[in-house]
């Protein structure tokens, strides 16, 4: 309110203790000593990404060999530099949009080695379980690397890569087929539907489908998944004796490490050869 004395006008401000209290609150959340060291570590992660190994006194004793990995990866480094710190948020910021940025690097990856495959007169089925699966598997392979290197027990680093493979089996092939199924329900019947699968289809008129039902022809999929298990076993029949006997599933010395790694790639190039062997009929 104002009131004039000796003609001057007096302003008095009555504070809104609710509307304090809520502000106090607002403060406490936000957090800005946090934002402020957030965003210079943000800020770091760029200036980072353009040193090679990370800084201007290691890019002076950088070789020949750390400038070309540098310069083959250092347009990714500036897109995942986007990345925001893990001050911002608790970290569920950064978790969000790496995930995001994984997702679409995997995605670019799948469709770049399916174009290799078809460039190549390659069946689809051996593009899957060859080009496409290393594709898809690279950045999970960098991070089972980085965790065991980093972490002092192989819970990590294993754990990535079966948690990852869970995540491809149940969420990457239920999700898709959940979303046809329910599509192909809502559109029923269609002339395309009835030239592959109905009455006078060559191919699966014996199998008396529902009109308009989802498809997903097996193929040789069963004797795929048979070896995958089969080698799988072998692998964690590997990690047991190497608990036992060497002290640990990872690491130990030299000679373990390189015998292990060998069979462990003999075991993935054995599943690669005998899916490829059955998906053209040699036996």
Known sequence: YQ????GIALVHILSDDQVKTNVDKLLAMINLDQ?????????????????????????????????????FSVP????????PPSRIGGGWVAFCVALSFIGL???????????LGC????????TAITFVALGTSLPDTFASKTAAINDPFADSCIGNVTGSNAVNVFLGLGLPWLIGAIYWSIKGTSAEWLARYGPGSKKHAHLNLTPGAF??????????????????????GLLMIRRRYVGGEIGGPAATRRASGAFLVFLWLLYVVLSALKTKAVF
């Not at 009131?3 to 000796?6: M, Q």
């Not at 770091?44 to 750390?66: C, I, L, P, T």
């Not at 990714?76 to 990345?83: M, R, S």
């Not at 690097?105 to 174009?115: F, R, S």
């Open 105 to 115: 690097l995997t995605a670019l990856v799948g469709d770049l080695a399916a174009l």
């Open 3 to 6: 009131r004039r004395v000796h």
């Open 215 to 236: 498809v997903v022809p097996a193929g040789d999929l069963a004797f795929s998944v048979i070896v995958f298990t089969c080698v799988a076993v072998i692998a964690l």
């Open 119 to 126: 460039t190549m007169n390659i069946d689809d089925t051996i």
């Open 76 to 83: 990714w480094k500036l897109v995942f530099a986007i990345v």
């Open 35 to 71: 934002i402020k060291l957030g965003t210079a570590t943000w800020k770091e992660q760029f200036v980072s990404a353009v040193y090679v190994n990370g800084s201007a006194e290691e890019q002076k004793a950088a070789g020949v060999r750390d400038w070309l990995l540098h310069v």
